[in-house]
């Protein structure tokens, strides 16, 4: 796997527990289930509304959290789950790896502590506060990636490959905040799509074109099409080629 030399000559460093391939592959499951999980959700509604003769008022949920009270829960938290799977899987430098497993355990942490209901408990409030706290963490984590992992100055990477990363960064950051802001005050609480799941939305196509893009820059790698130096690569990470020891003088 590409490695600076810093990576590669640093007496720490240590063999990867994963290839290109399974990078790759992880990489791009974590990215396709930010792209589809957005309109997966509220088209499910509509679709289990339609196909049980229902109306197909309020198909839209209030926000993505709260698909956990309609049709597509288990879709929700399925999607969730596997998102959690594959990022405490994922494996490429130790930074990256803490990273992901910490963001696995977030995304487990949003499926398994359910949003509050309208007509919440004391204990429901607690759990949707866990919720809040755990989604939010997910998101800034995700965000990191964006901003320090796939986007690394000391590769070779197109300077318009590391903006697109930056830029995705950004909007998950803006848009956490502006969906908490939303939250908070009730804007558009009364509209049919509300502001609330736009900015998740928007939030989760951000991270997932990243990785989704990350992914494709790995396979590029991989088939030899880009020089070895374009994949990031953190200092003091997993080297899965052998270091050839000098021949003697």
Same mark, same amino acid.
């Given at each position: ?26 990489? @791009? ?9 957005? =309109? !997966? ?5 509509? *679709? #289990? $509304?339609? &196909? ?94 964006? @901003? ?9 990477? =197109? !300077? ?5 990363? *930056? #830029? $995705?960064? &950004? ?79």
């Amino acid at each position: 796997m590409t490695h600076d030399s810093r990576a590669q000559n640093s007496p720490g460093a240590r063999r990867g527990v994963q290839d290109e391939r399974t990078v790759t592959f992880l990489r @791009l499951g974590v990215g396709l289930i930010g792209i589809l999980l957005p =309109p !997966a959700l509220p088209f499910g509604n509509w *679709l #289990a $509304a339609e &196909v049980t003769g229902r109306s197909t008022d309020g198909f839209w949920p209030g926000s993505m959290s709260a698909s956990y009270y309609t049709g597509t829960r288990n879709v929700f938290v399925g999607a969730l789950c596997a998102l959690g799977v594959f990022l405490i899987c994922y494996r490429f430098d130790r930074r990256d790896d803490r990273w992901s497993s910490a963001a696995g355990v977030f995304a487990l942490g949003v499926a398994l502590c359910p949003t509050s209901p309208s007509d919440a408990s004391a204990l429901q409030r607690t759990v949707g506060v866990l919720h809040l706290v755990f989604a939010s963490l997910l998101f800034v984590m995700l965000a990191m990636f964006c @901003l320090y992992s796939f986007r690394n100055p000391r590769s070779t990477q =197109p !300077a318009r490959v590391g903006a697109a990363y *930056l #830029a $995705a960064g &950004v909007l998950i950051l803006v848009a956490l905040l502006l969906s908490l802001a939303a939250g908070a005050t009730g804007v558009g609480d009364d509209w049919a799509v509300r502001p609330l799941y736009l900015c998740e939305w928007l939030a989760t196509w951000s991270f997932g074109a990243a990785w989704i893009g990350a992914a494709r820059e790995l396979a590029a790698h991989h088939r030899g099409d880009s020089d070895r130096a374009v994949v990031p690569r953190q200092p003091g990470g997993a080297v899965t080629e052998a270091v050839q020891p000098e021949a003697p003088a």
